[in-house]
C-alpha cells in the first residue's frame, strides 16, 4: 500500500506493452471509448455489465469474479494494472474491487485515459487475445467495504468523507453535471460528513498530487487519520478514487468505501440528512 | 446528429425536458484556416471540465466524435476548461433553465 507498489505511470506501462504478466485492463461507464480506441493489449470490462450483479445491487458473486477473471486470461499471479476514462473512477472501483477479492498485484495507471491522451500516446483499435485461465479468488475483504448500518452509526464519531461535489453535497444537485439531473433520492449529505471532493485529489490531467499535499487535503479539512473513515459519493466508484488516495498512497489502512453511497443512504426511510454547505 | 448546413454547436436538444434541465453545451472545432473563425474539424479527443462559480471542479466530459459535449448543470455562473494535447482554454458562462447555453469554441 503505497505510490510505489500501486500506482504506475504511463511510462512504465509504455515500456511494459509486451510484458506476458502484465494485464492491462480498460475499465469504464461507457466502454464504446474503448472501441475508438484504447491502449495497446488492453482488454476493457464494463463497470456495470461485468461488475454489478444485475440482479441483486450487489458486488459480482466470488465465482462470477472467478469466471470473469478466467475468460479474460488473468491468472493469480498477473500485475493488473487498470485505468479508464472519467478520472479513473471507475479504474479505482475496479481497483477496490480486486482488493474486495485478495488479488495479490493490482495497480492503477496514473491519469487514465486523460492523460494518456494529453499526451499524444497511441491507441489501437484491435482486442487481443489471451488464453482463459483458472484464476480463484478469495473470499471477500469486508475490512474496506463500508455498509449502510455503520455509516449511520458513523455519523458524529467516525470521519465520514463526501466526496461529491460541493453542488451535490449542498443538496443543488443531485448527479453530477453530466449527468441528467433526475433522481429518485432526495438531496443533501450525510451529517457529519466532511465535503473533500475527489477531484481536489486529481491534478487537471487526471494524475494524482503528491503526498504531501493528499495529506494536507484531508488533515487540512480536519479528518483525524488515526479514527476511522468512511468514504461515499453517489454510486460508491468516486469514493472508490479517494479510498485509493487514502488506503493506498497515503497508506492509511482503516478506510472504507461505502458503495452504497447517496443512492442507498438518499432512499433510506427517516435517517438524518443534512443540507447546505 | 450535425448535419451539413446546420448551425455548429452541441447535440440536438429536442427530447430534453428544458422546464427543468439547465443545460451547457457546445463543440470544440478547431481553428481551419487560421481566420480566427471557428470552421476546422470537430475535436473528438478534449475534455471539458464545468467549475462552479468558486472554482470548484463540478463535472467533466470527453467530446465526442463530432467534438460535442453537454452538461445539465444548475442556473448560475459557471466556468468551462477545455484540454486537448497542449491546449487548454477557458470560457465563462451563465447557465439558465429553460434557454441551454449552446458554445462553439474554437482551439
Avoid at chain 1, 48 to 57: C, E, F, K, T, V
Wanted: net charge negative; charged share 25%.
Amino acid at each position: 500500500m503505497s505510490r510505489e507498489t500501486s500506482l504506475v505511470s504511463a511510462d512504465w506501462v509504455a515500456q511494459n506493452l509486451n510484458n506476458p504478466s502484465v494485464v492491462l485492463i480498460e475499465v469504464d461507464e461507457d466502454t464504446a471509448l474503448y472501441e475508438q480506441g484504447h491502449i495497446e493489449g488492453a482488454i476493457t470490462f464494463h463497470w456495470r455489465d461485468d461488475l454489478q450483479d444485475g440482479l441483486i445491487r450487489d458486488l459480482i458473486s466470488k465465482e462470477k469474479f472467478e469466471a470473469l477473471l478466467s475468460k479474460s486470461g488473468i491468472s493469480n499471479d498477473s500485475t493488473v494494472v487498470l485505468y479508464g476514462g472519467n478520472n479513473n473512477w471507475f479504474a479505482t472501483y475496479a481497483f477496490w474491487y480486486f482488493k474486495i477479492y485478495g488479488h495479490a498485484d493490482v495497480r492503477l495507471l496514473d491519469g487514465g485515459r486523460k492523460r494518456w491522451e494529453l499526451d499524444a500516446r497511441p491507441f489501437v483499435t484491435n482486442a487481443p487475445t489471451r488464453a482463459t485461465t483458472s484464476y480463484v479468488a478469495k473470499e471477500r475483504d469486508n475490512s474496506i467495504r463500508a455498509y449502510r448500518d455503520e455509516v449511520i452509526s458513523a455519523i458524529g464519531k467516525l470521519n465520514i468523507v463526501d466526496v461529491r461535489s460541493p453542488a451535490e453535497f449542498s443538496g443543488e444537485l443531485a448527479a453530477p453535471a453530466h449527468l441528467l439531473q433526475e433522481s429518485g433520492q432526495i438531496k443533501g449529505h450525510i451529517p457529519s460528513a466532511k465535503n473533500i471532493p475527489w477531484s481536489k485529489a486529481a491534478n487537471e490531467d487526471g494524475t494524482f498530487k503528491s503526498d504531501t499535499e493528499l495529506k494536507e487535503l484531508y488533515v487540512g479539512a480536519g479528518v483525524d487519520l488515526a479514527k476511522d473513515t468512511i468514504a461515499y459519493c453517489r454510486i460508491g466508484e468516486r469514493s472508490a478514487f479517494s479510498w485509493f488516495v487514502l488506503h493506498e498512497l497515503l497508506n492509511v489502512s482503516n478506510v472504507k468505501n461505502y458503495d452504497g453511497s447517496w443512492t442507498e443512504y438518499g432512499s433510506l426511510v427517516g435517517v438524518p440528512v443534512a443540507i447546505g454547505a | 446528429m450535425k448535419t451539413c448546413g446546420a448551425t455548429p454547436g452541441g447535440p440536438d436538444i429536442s427530447g430534453i425536458d428544458l422546464t427543468t434541465q439547465t443545460v451547457i453545451q457546445g463543440v470544440i472545432l478547431k481553428d481551419g484556416q487560421e481566420d480566427g473563425v471557428p470552421n476546422g474539424s470537430p475535436v473528438g479527443n478534449a475534455y471539458v471540465r464545468l467549475l462552479d462559480s468558486t472554482g470548484e471542479f463540478t463535472a467533466e466530459v470527453p467530446t465526442n466524435l463530432d467534438g460535442q459535449f453537454r452538461f445539465f448543470a444548475a442556473p448560475g455562473a459557471w466556468t468551462l476548461v477545455i484540454l486537448a494535447s497542449g491546449v487548454r482554454e477557458e470560457r465563462k458562462v451563465i447557465a439558465a433553465k429553460g434557454i441551454p447555453v449552446d458554445l462553439v469554441i474554437e482551439i
